[in-house]
């Protein structure tokens, strides 16, 4: 019996999506910032090659299949970033001593 190679596939995504939730909420406060960082910087790398996917068809039509996923990388990968600089600048205001009022 021969397994369907888009069962295979599609198993170990959801694998991969269960470890992703487990590794990460297992992440202690103190690291939670530089794993943001890395997280951003991986990000970036994805908006290059988003770039260079969204450029890659001909000129005569933009609306084919690596644009619009390209589009779409570009999109998510830049909210990603965007999140990741919000949730580090409030985890650094967390470490940072408060003025007490007299």
């Known amino acids: 019996m021969e397994i369907d190679p888009f069962i295979f596939r599609f198993s170990i995504f959801i694998l991969s999506i269960f470890i992703g939730y487990y590794v990460v909420w297992s992440v202690t406060p103190s690291l939670h910032t530089p794993l943001m960082s890395v997280t951003n910087a991986i990000s970036s790398v994805i908006i290059v090659g988003a770039i ?11 609306f084919n299949t690596s644009s619009i996923f390209g589009y779409l990388a570009i ?17 650094l205001q967390m470490y940072k001593k408060k003025k007490r009022d007299k």
Request: net charge neutral; charged share 5%; glycine share 10%.
């Open 52 to 62: 260079i996917a969204a450029l890659a068809g001909n000129s005569e039509s933009i």
């Open 75 to 91: 999109s998510l990968a830049a909210i990603n970033i965007f999140g990741g600089f919000l949730v580090t600048q409030r985890m």
